[in-house]
């Protein structure tokens, strides 16, 4: 836990320097995630006309203290409550960091008033945070548990539901799921909504790539020959003409 939280901290100085405190092995790591992040940035300003970096860091460093929340839970053995246990997973699950910066890096000119309706702590961001974070418990926590990773959604609910079995877990969950898909349709697509729909469609596709992850398995956690073909496919794979 000591070595998370001086990472953790290291990641909120965003400075090279910060690195003195690390380990050896977190070294390198930093300064990756340090040059990838910065770049990115760079990329973006190119686009928006403004540096976006003190708002990807804001994003990444919400992400870290939600890693380090898990861990925590994870070191004590404690579970928390099903509404604490999703609030944190919203954001630990990382959609947002994911979505954000390849946004913004995208012809695709975004103002601060329309980039507040499709990041956090917008409607479409939380109901497509929640939706990855529970689709990903249905399919892992199995895998998870084994692991010794004892908090996640289904736990949570049945800690909070006492006698409540996996089965009515899971079919609580996949009923949230299915009503929180019909409410993301619906902030998609809503005619008086302020955003353009194209303004709102690359947060809404790189969605729909992560749930089509978990849609049948974890095909994140266990990257197997078909999502590596998937990827293969999509991303490296010329379009036939």
């Not at 909120?12 to 995630?33: E, H």
């Not at 686009?47 to 860091?57: E, H």
């Not at 996640?152 to 539901?161: E, F, H, L, R, V």
């Not at 996996?166 to 079919?171: F, G, I, K, T, Y």
Request: proline letters at 5%; hydrophobic letters at 40%.
């Amino acid at each position: 836990m000591d070595e998370l939280e001086l990472f953790t901290a290291a990641i909120k100085r965003w400075d090279p320097s910060a690195t003195d405190c690390l380990p050896q092995y977190m070294k390198g790591v930093y300064m990756v995630f340090y040059n990838c992040v910065n770049e990115m940035a760079t990329e973006a300003e190119k686009t928006q006309g403004r540096d976006t970096l003190s708002y990807a860091r804001n994003t990444w460093e919400a992400v870290f203290d939600a890693f380090l929340e898990e861990a925590k839970w994870i070191s004590s053995g404690y579970i928390p409550t099903f509404e604490e246990y999703l609030e944190n997973g919203k954001v630990s699950f990382g959609y947002r960091a994911a979505t954000l910066q390849p946004i913004l890096t995208l012809d695709v000119p975004l103002p601060l008033h329309i980039l507040r309706e499709i990041d956090f702590p917008s409607r479409l961001n939380d109901l497509a945070s929640s939706i990855l974070r529970l689709r990903g418990d249905v399919c892992g926590y199995k895998a998870e548990r084994s692991r010794g990773e004892e908090a996640s959604s289904i736990s949570c609910y049945m800690k909070d539901n006492r006698g409540a079995t996996e089965e009515d877990a899971l079919n609580h969950i996949d009923s949230m799921i299915a009503e929180k898909i019909k409410e993301l349709n619906w902030e998609f697509l809503k005619p008086e909504s302020n955003v353009p729909i194209p303004s709102k469609k690359h947060a809404f596709d790189i969605l729909r790539a992560f749930y089509h992850l978990y849609k049948y398995r974890d095909g994140f956690s266990i990257a197997n020959n078909e999502t590596k073909n998937l990827v293969l496919r999509t991303v490296l794979e010329p379009l036939p003409f």
